[in-house]
Each structure stands twice: as structure tokens, then as C-alpha cells.
């Protein structure tokens, strides 16, 4: 069956420190991956998405960055935190017909000090 | 366009009576939608899906959702309500037809208190 795994679970990072976030998927291949954020009092945010290897689109202008250095592997990254990074990071991935929906990981709560 | 609008920001029932949790949708094409629930610090839990086979879906959990075109809704239901039902509700529309990539568009959810 397929899993995904994302760490860490809670992570406190003062302003100005670099980020990266890793999530890796078992169990299928070539799966559509995401990173979406979720702000306190707000929906999700879709940050980024990757449909292959290298392949990374963002949805917003920010101070993050996106990687997918091999098929399951979907890493989120910044070389300076700022506050308003805080958030919930969430990764999931879908099958290439992602219409039957996502799987989600269990999230990243992050919090820039 | 695709996008979700679900009515209630918040919505407070006693346990054992029935839930109510209202969405509304906007397609340019034949959607596919989805209810997925998230307890506090975890991540999001698919409950139900409609993908154009029976407009009456049931999830886990008791819960269900009908899929009314002609309302552009699909509101989710659950006869009685549970206190472990206490937690936050997403509504979401996929991305069009045919579409590699299968964006999935969320409402901004909806938060559920169960009152014992």
C-alpha cells in the first residue's frame, strides 16, 4: 500500500535560518506531489506541485523553494525564514489522474521565532 | 474556473443530533469533489468523493454527501454526531476533465464543535 512520510512534525526556527522540509512517498511511482500551506484562520494554500523528477511549478511568489530530487522524494526549502513563514506545511502526492483525490501527510507545524 | 464556497465558517451541534456541513461549487466542466476532515495538528483525511457515478456518496464515518447539479452543491450530512466528529471540514473541487495534473481547489473550511 502507499504511504508518505513527512518530517519534521513540529519545527521552531528563528528568523533568518534556512528550512528544509522532506516528504517522501512509498509504495507508488511517479506520483503528482504538492506543498501546500495552511495559515492560521485560513484555507490551504497550494505553494507547489511537481508532476516528475526536476519538474517543479510554484503557485505564489515567496521565500520558498521547491526540489524533487528523485521520483518520491519532494523536499521544501528557504536560505532565510521570515515570520510570515509560520504556518501548517502540508505535503501530499496523487495518482497522475489526481481527480480521485490526494493523500496527504501527517504536516509540518513550523513556527519562525 | 474552479472553486468551492462552503457556507458556514463554524458550525456547533450536541452530540447525537444531526450534522450539516454546506458547500457550494463553481465547474467549468464536469467536476469531481471531495470531503476531507483534519483533527487538530494532522494532516487531511479524505471522507468521501463524487467522480460522476452515484450523486449519493457515502464516506466513512456515517457520513455522506449528495451531489445536486442544478444546485451547484454538495453538502455533507451525518445523521448523528459524534464528540471524536470535532474537527475541521474542506470542501473541494478537482481540476478540469482530462487534466494531468488533477489540482484539487479547497474551500476554506469549515470548523465543527460537538457539544456532549
Known amino acids: 500500500s502507499q504511504t508518505i512520510h513527512q518530517w519534521p512534525a513540529t519545527l521552531v526556527q528563528p528568523v533568518g535560518s534556512p528550512l528544509s522540509l522532506e516528504c517522501t512517498v512509498e509504495g507508488t511511482s511517479n506520483p503528482n506531489l504538492y506543498w501546500y500551506r495552511q495559515a492560521a484562520g485560513r484555507g490551504l494554500q497550494l505553494l507547489f506541485y511537481s508532476v516528475g523528477i526536476g519538474q517543479i511549478s510554484s503557485e505564489v511568489p515567496q521565500n520558498l523553494s521547491a526540489s524533487r530530487p528523485q521520483d518520491r522524494q519532494f523536499i521544501l526549502s528557504s536560505k532565510k525564514l521570515l515570520l510570515s513563514d509560520s504556518g501548517f506545511y502540508l505535503c501530499?502526492?496523487?495518482?497522475?489522474?489526481?481527480?480521485?483525490?490526494?493523500?496527504f501527510g501527517s504536516g509540518t507545524r513550523l513556527t519562525v521565532v | 474556473a474552479q472553486s468551492v464556497t462552503q457556507l458556514d465558517s463554524h458550525v456547533s451541534v450536541s452530540e447525537g443530533t444531526p450534522v450539516l456541513l454546506r458547500c457550494n461549487y463553481s465547474s467549468s466542466y464536469s467536476p469531481s469533489l471531495f470531503w476531507y476532515v483534519q483533527h487538530p495538528n494532522k494532516g487531511l483525511q479524505l471522507l468521501l468523493k463524487y467522480t460522476s457515478a452515484a450523486t449519493l456518496v457515502k464516506g466513512i464515518n456515517g457520513f455522506e454527501a449528495e451531489f445536486k447539479k442544478s444546485e451547484t452543491s454538495f453538502h455533507l450530512t451525518k445523521p448523528s454526531a459524534h464528540m471524536s466528529d470535532a474537527a475541521e471540514y474542506f470542501c473541494?473541487?478537482?481540476?478540469?476533465?482530462?487534466?494531468?495534473?488533477?489540482?484539487?481547489?479547497f474551500g476554506r473550511g469549515t470548523q465543527l464543535t460537538v457539544w456532549p
Open positions: 501530499a502526492w496523487s495518482g497522475q489522474r489526481g481527480r480521485v483525490g490526494y493523500t
Open positions: 473541494v473541487v478537482s481540476d478540469r476533465e482530462g487534466s494531468t495534473l488533477g489540482r484539487l481547489y
